[in-house]
């Protein structure tokens, strides 16, 4: 006898935004190790015309968008959970290709956060209630 288990949609999608989270936390705490990346968030901040706090404060409402993510993709009903995960999840797509550094650890973790996004797109997409 062949067993089959599906996996709700609201589950998949929650538990791809904590793959993304951790992915996003992993990088963060790996390119603290590197030389000089004070230096390169002072330069980033004067090329674009903002202050470190500001960059931070971007940083910081970013992650809170995709923690809470993690909790709407199982709290929202159906319609309002497809809508939130096709408009944050592009939207994180750019803030990581945005934000990356050529680093070896921070292109491959930005692959597989990248990779989650779409597939979260891409399931809350095709996700209507029959």
């Not at 904590?18 to 980033?44: N, Q, R």
């Not at 931070?56 to 009903?77: D, K, N, P, Y």
């Not at 680093?103 to 989650?116: D, G, K, N, Q």
Request: hydrophobic share 55%; aromatic share 12%; net charge positive.
């Amino acid at each position: 006898m062949k067993a089959t288990h599906t996996i709700s949609t609201n589950t998949l999608l929650s538990t791809l935004w904590i793959v993304v989270m951790f992915s996003v936390l992993k990088a963060d705490i790996l390119s603290l190790f590197i030389p000089g990346t004070t230096e390169e968030l002072a330069k980033a901040a004067s090329s674009t015309g903002a202050s470190i706090p500001q960059l931070m404060l971007f940083g910081a409402v970013m992650g809170t968008v995709g923690v809470a993510m993690i909790f709407l993709s199982r709290a929202l009903e159906q319609r309002a959970n497809r809508w939130a995960n096709m408009v944050v999840s592009p939207l994180y797509i750019l803030y990581i290709v945005g934000g990356g550094v050529s680093y070896p650890h921070y292109i491959f973790l930005a692959t597989v956060e990248v990779c989650c996004l779409i597939v979260i797109f891409w399931n809350a997409w095709k996700w209507y209630r029959a």
